[in-house]
């Protein structure tokens, strides 16, 4: 009987790896950040066993490293993931997406009547009422978001 070979990812030479992101959100991160595109190599892995969590989902994304609003959206979906810049197959700096109190401008309002779904120049906020799970309130119509309608808005 043979025995099987393990099959590993390649690594990357310049780029960002996002790891610890939560099972079945790797897609959703994807769409965040605009990927794939032509310019751009990914590889997903996705529901990979892990000491940390059940499963997980890890993003390796070459020739990129993400912006700082990147990283907040990210956190809204995978409030436990790391971030690590790669160059010349080196991890340059890794840290944790941090969920901030206050979140501006990234998430719509789920409801059809507040200020910031009209054509008035004004953008989202929400306040940051519990972590986990995540629960959110508008800041002007006091709209309570969870999970649910922050999946939505990402797939």
């Given at each position: 009987?043979?025995?099987?070979r ?34 751009t ?5 996705m ?6 969590m ?9 020739g ?5 609003g ?21 991890i340059?700096?890794?840290g ?5 109190n ?8 789920p ?9 008035e ?22 709209r309570?978001?969870?999970?649910d309608?922050i999946?939505?808005?990402f797939?």
């Open positions: 009987m043979k025995t099987p393990e099959l590993k990812v390649k690594p990357i030479k310049n780029g960002t790896v996002i790891d610890h992101i939560t099972a079945n959100k790797a897609l959703n991160v994807l769409k965040i950040l605009g990927l794939p595109n032509k310019e190599s990914v590889t997903i892995a529901n990979v066993k892990s000491s940390q059940f499963a997980k989902d890890i993003v390796k994304i070459e990129r490293e993400l912006k700082s990147e990283v907040d959206k990210i956190a809204l979906i995978a409030p436990y993931a790391t971030i690590n810049i790669i160059r010349n197959y080196e340059l700096d890794k944790k997406v941090k969920l901030t206050n979140v501006k401008g990234i998430l719509k309002c409801n059809p009547n507040c200020i910031t779904n009209t054509p120049p004004v953008k989202t906020k929400f306040q940051v009422i519990d972590k986990n799970p995540l629960i959110l309130r508008c800041y002007y119509c006091e309570i978001v969870n999970n309608d999946g939505i808005q797939k």
